[in-house]
């Protein structure tokens, strides 16, 4: 649980703004520069010094956005040269009696056994690169951002400034994913249901810790949602409507006003359906009508396949394949379904983590990792219940986004999702 300290809100906060404006800066230049590598030098030039500032999380949320934006630098990404700088603050912080908590144990060695046996048989350095990554994500989480609460609302600040950032460049350089007639805004991602994810997170982060100005935070709200609908994933507008009801309930905001304006938005999200329908033309409002009204309709003749995009069908598959396996492979897993391999046997992946995680790690390593997971869940919670304290309010909440979306999407061995797993 985090410590909290008087003297972290007084903590001079002036580089660490500077950086955050100059990361903004150069992922603003994405795409237009002539040569990414100018770019690449910039964010590790930056990255440099705030390992001199022992700030170096905070440009973390820039790589989950533009990682693929920035180039190579050193013959490297710029993400890796990151993880190596990470890993070197850390050692250089253990002397300052800074260590990875013990609880990170059991979870991180099921992953290291996985890229042993499973990621290596495919490619060596993919493995290595793979288990580096899951390491980052803990020291980033047990060093940084859960032993000072400072340090996760000023990564959470930066990581608003990046989704922003993210957005202008996704508009400026038009970049869609088209199905047909139908075009998904993608922002700076590979897939409109991760954008869907990452926004969602940014959204809950802003409002759970109060991040920036009342007024800002509404507007940004506003952008990050107009991002989240032109994206026309109905994962995301389902989970955001379970999200706010959480939410609601559990910061007890459940007021007259607050009724009113929860009707008030239905009201609103009704019109804007309708007006939807009217006009299918609409490149936001017109595309997310036409996909709910699709699977309503798929719904009422009983499609589940056809209103889950084959979801249902994807997972049942893969669960019907798990359950043919030797019982060794039942227990601790070996098929690679994950964001970067897929077996081979599978025509994609179930778009479900939980099916998936079994075929990766079996139920021995699926009830280790859930159990990791619930349980800081229940820890978050219970202290949430017992302080009021808006970091836990938030923790619990970027819990449920990744609980949540779970449900829809395979995010295995992702370091941008296993951030948020553990947190």
């Not at 190596?84 to 059991?106: D, T």
């Not at 139908?182 to 897939?191: G, I, K, N, V």
């Amino acid at each position: 649980m985090m410590n909290e300290r008087n003297v972290i809100t007084e903590r001079d906060t002036v580089f660490g703004t500077i950086a955050i404006i100059a990361l903004a800066v150069c992922s603003l230049l994405a795409g237009f520069l002539p040569h990414n590598a100018v770019l690449a030098l910039a964010v590790a030039a930056i990255s440099f010094l705030l390992v001199w500032k022992d700030e170096l999380h905070l440009v973390f949320p820039f790589i989950i956005f533009y990682n693929d934006w920035y180039g190579m630098v050193f013959g490297m990404s710029v993400q890796r040269l990151f993880s190596l700088l990470l890993i070197f603050l850390f050692f250089v912080r253990r002397s300052r009696s800074r260590s990875v908590a013990l609880k990170y144990l059991a979870p991180l060695a099921v992953y290291f056994l996985y890229c042993l046996f499973v990621m290596s048989g495919y490619d060596t350095q993919s493995a290595i690169f793979s288990f580096l990554d899951v390491l980052c994500c803990v020291i980033l989480v047990s060093v940084f951002l859960l032993k000072d609460p400072f340090n996760l609302k000023r990564f959470f600040t930066a990581y608003a400034v990046a989704a922003l950032c993210a957005l202008v460049t996704g508009v400026m350089h038009k970049n869609l994913m088209i199905y047909g007639i139908l075009s998904r805004f993608l922002a700076t991602f590979e897939d409109p249901n991760y954008m869907g994810f990452f926004y969602t997170v940014a959204i809950f982060a802003m409002v759970s810790l109060k991040l920036f100005k009342p007024w800002i935070r509404a507007v940004l709200t506003v952008f990050f949602y107009v991002a989240v609908f032109a994206s026309a994933s109905l994962s995301a507008v389902i989970v955001n409507v379970v999200l706010w009801l959480i939410y609601i309930t559990l910061t007890q905001r459940m007021r007259p006003s607050t009724l009113i304006l929860c009707l008030g938005g239905l009201a609103l999200c009704l019109g804007l359906y309708s007006y939807g329908i009217a006009h299918p033309e609409d490149n936001i409002i017109g595309q997310i009508s036409g996909r709910i009204h699709e699977t309503l309709t798929d719904l009422k003749s009983g499609d589940l396949s056809g209103a889950s995009t084959k979801r249902t069908e994807f997972a049942a598959e893969h669960l019907a394949y798990f359950m043919n396996l030797p019982f060794l492979q039942k227990l601790f897993g070996g098929t690679a379904v994950n964001t970067s391999v897929i077996d081979p046997v599978f025509e994609a992946a179930a778009h479900n983590e939980y099916v998936d995680m079994l075929l990766n790690v079996g139920v021995v390593g699926t009830v280790v990792l859930l159990w990791f997971f619930l349980k800081s869940l229940r820890s978050y919670f219970v202290s949430l219940i017992r302080t009021k304290n808006e970091h836990c309010l938030c923790l619990v909440m970027l819990k449920c986004i990744w609980l949540l979306y779970g449900l829809t999407l395979t995010v295995f061995m992702d370091d941008r999702f296993m951030l948020l797993f553990f947190l």
